[in-house]
């Protein structure tokens, strides 16, 4: 099973509307988690950092973690047909005691957004 | 603001060919990581530096090797290179090692082998 997992999707909304997108974790120690866009042939682009349980809001981003779950969300409000890209969910843990900043990946969720 | 320079952008070579991959990072940033992505999958880490000193190895080839030089730039050295070492090749930093730290990505290195 893969450590980092997201659906796959595709996932597609209308203009305007929210989209949400999931990732479960498996790993317990995972401490530190990451939302990156991705167009396609391009490099993941940081979108937003979660390190405690709760909500965290930056523009029409929304990241929720919640740690007992092992989840975490991104919410994309007024969505709008620039944020078509793959979604990477991403986190850090701790290996052997020490992290050094290694990202994990989840397989991405392809969204579309449709005039 | 100053992002991570990879280069070249693109490299064509032939199988049991070698390959450099080059990457400059944001300045103050002392960390570099290396990620390969395949066509369709997620980023894969290969290896990161902290301070000029390997600190951690992922799935990472012996026949590739790395290093960082005492400017902070890294090199990806690649040899003997297969059809299935053909990918996007993407450097990050960050301004430390650890839990929570940021990681900016460079444009990347899309590398071919025929």
């Known amino acids: 099973q893969k450590e980092v997992e997201q659906n796959s999707g595709p996932l597609s909304v209308p203009e305007g509307a929210i989209a949400s997108l999931n990732c479960t974790y498996s790993?317990?120690?995972?401490?530190?988690f990451f939302w990156y866009r991705q167009y396609s042939g391009k490099s993941p682009e940081l979108i937003m950092s979660?390190?405690?349980?709760g909500d965290k809001e930056d523009g029409r981003f929304t990241a929720q973690l919640n740690k007992a779950s092992q989840y975490v969300s991104l919410l994309i409000r007024d969505s709008q047909p620039s944020d078509s890209a793959t979604y990477l969910c991403?986190?850090?843990?701790?290996?052997?005691?020490?992290?050094?900043?290694?990202?994990?990946f989840g397989q991405g969720t392809i969204l579309t957004v449709h005039p | 603001a100053a992002g991570v320079i990879q280069s070249p952008r693109h490299l064509i070579k032939e199988k049991r060919e070698t390959a450099t991959l080059k990457c400059y990072p944001i300045?103050?940033?002392?960390?570099v990581y290396w990620y390969q992505q395949g066509p369709g999958q997620d980023p894969q880490f290969l290896i990161s530096?902290?301070?000029?000193?390997?600190?951690d190895k992922g799935s990472i080839p012996d026949r590739f090797s790395a290093q960082q030089f005492s400017d902070y730039h890294s090199e990806l050295n690649m040899s003997s290179l297969e059809l299935g070492d053909s990918a996007l090749y993407f450097c990050?930093?960050?301004?430390?090692?650890?839990?929570?730290?940021?990681?900016?990505f460079g444009q990347g290195t899309r590398l071919t082998v025929v």
């Open positions: 990050a930093s960050s301004p430390r090692q650890g839990l929570n730290t940021e990681a900016f």
């Open positions: 790993d317990r120690v995972s401490q530190s």
């Open positions: 979660i390190y405690s349980n």
């Open positions: 991403a986190v850090i843990d701790y290996a052997g005691g020490t992290s050094y900043g290694k990202l994990t």
């Open positions: 300045p103050r940033h002392d960390t």
């Open positions: 530096f902290y301070e000029k000193m390997q600190s």
